[in-house]
C-alpha cells in the first residue's frame, strides 16, 4: 500500500499540480444536511449521481458545523490583519445562468488577476423557518422568503 500510495505522489510530482499552464477553475462544494445520514445521502443523490468526486462524506458533531460547513472559509474570512470586502446579497430564486456566468466572471478576474486567485464566492443556502415565524408586521426586513446569501 505504501509503495503505491508513494509512486502516486511522485506522478503528481511531474504533473505539477497545480496545472501552471491551464490554472483551470474549479467548482468547490461543500453540503451539509442537518439530519440523519439516511435522509442526507436520499437528499444529496442527485449530486452524487453526476458522478462528482467527494473528498469527504462524513456525519458532523453540532459543536464543529462552522468550522467544517463552507470548506473551512472560517478559519480564512477571520484572519487577523487582513482587509477583506464582504458583499452579501441575498438570494430568492436559484438560476443555472447566473451560476455559470459568475462562475464565467470569476475565471476571467482569476485570468486577468493572478494575485487574487485565493478570491472565493460562498454561497450558503439555509432553512428560513424561523424567520418565516415572526409576523411580517414585527419586521422591517423585506427579504424574509430569501433562503441563500453569497459572501
Known sequence: MSSAYFRTLESYHAKRLPDADSSPT????????FGSREEGLEALAPIF???VPASSLCMVPWNEIRATVGGGTDRLICQGNTIRN?????FKNYSTSTYEKTFARME?????NAGGRNSVVNIEFFPNHA???VPLNETAFPWRDSTAYAI
Open 108 to 112: 476571467k478576474f482569476y485570468a486577468n
Open 26 to 33: 474549479r467548482v468547490s462544494a461543500g453540503w451539509t444536511y
Open 49 to 51: 449521481e453526476l458522478g
Open 131 to 133: 424567520m418565516a415565524a
Open 86 to 90: 464582504f458583499y452579501r446579497p441575498n
